[in-house]
């Protein structure tokens, strides 16, 4: 079972909106601002999409973004593209003692 | 352009040890953060460990300490994980990953390499 808790699948129509959560406890994403989001396609490495809660790498799109309240963060993807379909990972700092936890991923579907 | 590159992933009976590299171009090496994350197979990510620009400080998950030893060469702009006492639940896809470039870890790992596969098992 992993540390921060997401829906196992969601899933949007092109042009669509979806949001993904991601909800942990005060001793990660509610205790700091370091939760990450990943977006990693079928046999290939994870890609950085957010850091810092709500920051966009150089090259990631505007239509990815995300933020956090209390223990819960969200990633919100609009206008849904047929690339944007894969698997999205939360990930956040949790202390000195635990470092990092990873949420269990999220399948999303584009229909 | 930023790689990484693992090697060092094969097929290792339960106890047994590897080595992973990981090399690295396009960036100054000695100025980052780095980190090591696994996937086992179907599964979700988990951070493994990670180390400071001039190794003086590392941090493991709970499951691996005591049998895994990350370390750094900057000379050589690479990364490695020292994989002792390997368990079946070890088996996975292990990336290397270029965290912040300040005093503290960032927490947001970019870019990864491609992966490199360990299996454990007799």
């Known amino acids: 079972q992993s540390a921060l808790t997401q829906p196992r699948s969601v899933s949007g129509s092109p042009g669509q909106s979806v949001t993904i959560s991601c909800t942990g406890t005060s001793s990660d994403v509610g205790g700091y601002n370091f939760v990450s989001w990943y977006q990693q396609h079928p046999g290939k490495a994870p890609k950085l999409m957010i850091y810092?809660?709500?920051k966009r790498p150089s090259g990631v799109p505007d239509r990815f973004s995300a933020s956090k309240s209390g223990n819960t963060a969200s990633l919100t993807i609009s206008g849904l593209q047929a690339e944007d379909e894969a698997d999205y990972y939360c990930?956040?700092?949790?202390?000195?003692?635990?470092?990092?936890?990873f949420g269990g991923g999220t399948k999303l579907t584009v229909l | 352009e930023v790689q990484l590159v693992e090697s060092g992933g094969g097929l290792v009976q339960p106890g047994g040890s590897l080595r992973l590299s990981c090399a690295t171009s396009g960036f100054t090496f000695s100025s980052y953060w780095m980190t090591w994350v696994r996937q086992a197979p179907g599964k979700g990510l988990e951070w493994v460990a990670n180390i400071k620009q001039d190794g003086s400080e590392k941090y493991y998950v709970d499951s691996v300490k005591g049998r895994f030893t990350i370390s750094r060469d900057n000379a050589k702009n690479s990364l490695y994980l020292r994989m002792n006492s390997l368990r079946a639940e070890d088996t996975g896809v292990y990336y290397c990953?270029?965290?912040?470039?300040?005093?503290?870890?960032?927490?947001?790992?970019?870019?990864w390499g491609q992966g490199t596969l360990v299996t454990v098992s007799s």
């Open positions: 990930c956040s700092y949790a202390g000195r003692y635990t470092f990092v936890v």
């Open positions: 990953a270029r965290d912040g470039s300040g005093w503290y870890p960032r927490y947001g790992f970019d870019p």
């Open positions: 810092d809660v709500s």
